[in-house]
């Protein structure tokens, strides 16, 4: 099954937490702190394979976590940072991140890497928190977690020649007799719903070749399923536009090539522009010579004409010699979707974090404060003390007395529940 879209849960490892430890040896009565540094996290990287053709791992699991670095301990010793999770996935493939629509990555290239998701720092352990007026410091941090997302992932065939035209015009029979792809083959509409790819070889040259499943009016609007198909033509440098010439099911060759071309400007101007050779097939059936004078002289030379029939193989042999021709003077494609132009700029507020009174508590929020909330070491008097002073260096007790708290309120920040107090 050829599957080219999905929607994955992504969680970088979380840092390792650093440790309090105290030097404890018999002659040395006032051993300073030696508490080490929690190990970083494991990112998530994902990287382009082109061995891989369709998504279709990423349907069975859709959940994936890298390990967190290992714990501080005493004498020194710091936790080791984890691994890295590497994903592999179809070069062609676009990452988004599935609430806000930015594109991530577009990783087009074998090999091809990016990292989706950052692994949190390990927290500092005490020995780090030693300063001239305090000698022997109970503080340290807890590790800072992974970023985490849902991503959608979607597939964009890279192929040299993509076969587009209206269903049941012969794209599937030309491409399982000109490469080794096989794919359902039969004499009604939308056999084809799935692209399939074919290596073509001719002598000691190849090409990619696409079979695009047929497009239908209205497929730039999404009829049928036309932003699933349009969109795998995007990459194909060269287009092979193939015509049912005979006519045979009541339709005018002229007309559906009009309809097809209206539909490819319409989803992207670009492929407008994309080279493209007509393929008039059926040559074998009643109807097709009178249908082949009738199209020439309606496109006067505009575009280079190729009659086959791909049931006999008559003509098809002169076609893939003109690919091979044009291909090289082709450019390659360009990237559709780099993320540099689609990056969504956020206003950022001149504001560190924000309150909301929901029910019975009060909320902040904010990526700074809810960091030092996750990290904040709070099993000591030394490490509430500091995670206090941060919230008032902050602004956040005079904000919270702002908004009418009250002495005994829940105030949450992030996954951590406080208790209002007011301190002397």
Request: glycine residues 12%; without cysteine.
């Amino acid at each position: 099954m050829f599957y080219d879209r999905t929607k994955i849960y992504v969680k970088a490892g979380d840092g390792g937490a650093g440790a309090v430890s105290f030097r404890r040896e018999k002659y040395v009565p006032l051993g300073g702190p030696n508490g080490g540094d929690g190990g970083r996290g494991g990112n998530i990287i994902l990287v382009a394979d082109e061995g891989l053709r369709t998504l279709v791992d990423f349907r069975y699991r859709r959940h994936y976590k890298a390990e967190r670095g290992e714990h501080g301990q005493g004498k020194d010793m710091h936790g080791k940072g984890a691994e890295d999770l590497i994903l592999r996935i179809p070069v062609g493939t676009i990452v988004k991140n599935e609430e806000t629509g930015e594109i991530l990555a577009d990783l087009i290239d074998h090999g091809q890497q990016v990292t989706i998701a950052k692994g949190g720092r390990g927290g500092r352990g005490n020995a780090r928190f030693m300063s001239n007026t305090n000698k022997a410091p109970t503080i340290a941090e807890k590790g800072e977690p992974g970023e985490e997302h849902w991503l959608l992932l979607e597939l964009k065939l890279l192929a040299d020649v993509g076969l587009v035209g209206f269903p049941n015009v012969g794209k599937s029979t030309l491409i399982s007799r000109v490469s080794a792809a096989r794919p359902k083959i039969a004499d009604y509409h939308f056999t084809t719903l799935v692209p399939n790819l074919g290596v073509v070889k001719i002598e000691d040259e190849s090409f990619v070749m696409a079979d695009i499943p047929g497009i239908i009016e209205g497929a730039h609007q999404g009829a049928g399923l036309g932003h699933e198909f349009l969109r795998h033509i995007e990459r194909t440098r060269l287009l092979l536009h193939v015509l049912d010439i005979s006519g045979a099911e009541g339709r005018d060759p002229l007309e559906d090539f009009q309809t097809i071309n209206r539909e490819l400007k319409e989803y992207s101007s670009a492929l407008s522009e994309r080279p493209m050779i007509v393929v008039p097939n059926k040559m074998d059936l009643s109807g097709s010579e009178e249908n082949l004078v009738r199209l020439k002289e309606f496109l006067q030379e505009s575009y280079e004409i190729f009659p086959i029939s791909a049931v006999t193989g008559e003509g098809i042999q002169e076609l893939l010699y003109r690919v091979l021709q044009v291909l090289p003077q082709v450019p390659p494609i360009e990237f559709s979707a780099n993320p540099d132009e689609h990056r969504i700029v956020h206003a950022q507020s001149e504001e560190r974090f924000q309150i909301e009174r929901q029910e019975d508590k009060y909320v902040i929020k904010g990526k700074e404060i809810e960091r030092h909330a996750a990290m904040a070491y709070l099993d000591t008097y030394d490490g509430l003390m500091r995670f206090q002073n941060i919230l008032k260096v902050m602004g956040v007790d005079n904000a919270l007395r702002d908004e009418g708290v009250q002495e005994g309120d829940k105030v949450t920040i992030g996954k951590l529940e406080l208790e209002w107090s007011e301190r002397g």
